[in-house]
């Protein structure tokens, strides 16, 4: 396992390390290691936190684990999952809830994934959302985080953080055009273009709900 990667762990469990998992804010992209429950299914020993705030497993015999289980409890955070496909060293962005705290500057939309638009409205929960934005080339580019639908109300949260290259398409009220990609499944669809503030998550109101009907997103 290589050091770049654990920091300078304890030297006792230096050659016996199983499993490492390093936990990340999507939002802001600084390692999370407290206040979060980590499980690796199948293995009995609890992980280590090493001094670089990496979750470390200790081999236990012929132990293996089936997945790992990620919980934030009363963090801002959505609950997760890793298969083993993804061992043995693995990094999970943890996905904000709707009511994480957002800093200003950060551009994203707070919103509400239904089956269709009509009363009374049936909520889609464990769907995966992604904002697609359009470039200064007129080029559209998929956003770096994905997010899911709360399962039970259909919620999201979901985020624009673009890398230092990355040129989003300006109009001129300051808006990036972008649409709402939502996933089910095998199945993916979009919706029509519309513009989102830069740095600000906008909010749902009363009067101008920011709320999305799976039948009218196009294939």
Do not use: C
């Amino acid at each position: 396992m290589s050091r770049t990667f654990l920091g300078e762990p304890e030297l006792a469990y230096k050659r016996d390390v199983y499993l490492a998992l390093e936990l990340l804010d999507a939002v802001t992209m600084t390692r999370v290691h407290e206040g979060v429950k980590v499980v690796a299914e199948g293995l009995q020993r609890k992980p280590i936190v090493n001094h670089s705030g990496f979750f470390v497993w200790i081999k236990e015999g012929n132990s293996v684990a089936q997945k790992i289980t990620v919980d934030p409890d009363e963090l801002p955070y959505e609950k997760t999952e890793l298969s083993p496909v993804n061992f043995p060293l693995s990094t999970i962005q943890l996905q904000p809830k709707v009511d994480y705290p957002f800093s200003p500057g950060l551009t994203g939309l707070r919103g509400t994934l239904i089956e269709r638009d009509i009363t009374p409205r049936v909520p889609v929960g464990n769907a995966e959302v992604q904002l697609v934005w359009l470039d200064d080339s007129d080029i559209w580019r998929d956003a770096l985080t994905t997010s899911p639908t709360n399962s039970s109300s259909g919620d999201f949260v979901s985020i624009l953080r673009l890398a230092p290259t990355e040129k989003p398409k300006i109009n001129a009220n300051g808006a990036v055009t972008v649409r709402l990609q939502v996933r089910r499944g095998v199945l993916s669809r979009s919706s029509t273009d519309f513009q989102l503030p830069q740095g600000r998550v906008t909010d749902p109101s009363t009067s101008n709900p920011l709320i999305f009907a799976w039948d009218d997103l196009q294939p």
